[in-house]
């Protein structure tokens, strides 16, 4: 596994079911679904937000509940039902003007390999398919859903230098 240079990265993108939740859909008896979302991977988000780098979403299913966790984080570059990937991947580098190497993504599926392998710095989540492990940069130690994103935030924060900017008000 190559570990390529995070510095550079001005933007995360996420996929969600797999990465943000569990990966389960839950549906109560009247069809409604249900996802659980670690807060802290929501505060390392907002770290991240905070030191200069934007957050996006690209998830091949569409789900209000995502809708209503990117506002609620400050999401605006959020693509649902996407079931190829690399189409809104390209828009939203247009959107930015920035380049694969400005971006880090993070995915646990076949679907997200087209991204994984173009993106400057790639991640997984420790539970993730076996097949795209060997395409990543880094692999979490925790299981999607359960605080691998924040394991990311950090390591963007810290190895980019921003760590210190962004957290000097909670170790005063």
Avoid at 57 to 80: F, K, N
Avoid at 111 to 130: E, H, K, N, Q, Y
Avoid at 131 to 140: A, N
Avoid at 154 to 167: A, E, I, K, N, P
Wanted: net charge negative.
């Amino acid at each position: 596994m190559k570990k390529r240079s995070i510095e550079k990265v001005r933007l995360l993108l996420l996929d969600v079911d797999g990465v943000l939740t569990d990966g389960r859909i839950i549906y109560d008896n009247n069809g409604i679904e249900s996802k659980a979302f670690h807060v802290r991977d929501g505060h390392g988000l907002k770290l991240l937000q905070r030191a200069g780098i934007k957050v996006g979403i690209i998830t091949g299913r569409s789900s209000e509940i995502v809708s209503h966790r990117a506002a609620e984080l400050g999401i605006d570059i959020v693509y649902q039902g996407a079931k190829t990937k690399l189409e809104p991947y390209e828009q939203i580098l247009a959107d930015l003007k920035l380049s694969d190497q400005q971006v880090a993504y993070v995915g646990d599926d076949l679907v997200d390999l087209p991204i994984l392998r173009r993106v400057g710095c790639s991640f997984t989540v420790a539970d993730a398919v076996a097949d795209i492990k060997p395409y990543v940069d880094y692999i979490t130690t925790l299981p999607g859903g359960h605080g691998a994103v924040r394991e990311v935030c950090d390591m963007l924060l810290r190895q980019s230098g921003l760590w210190d900017s962004v957290t000097d008000r909670y170790f005063d």
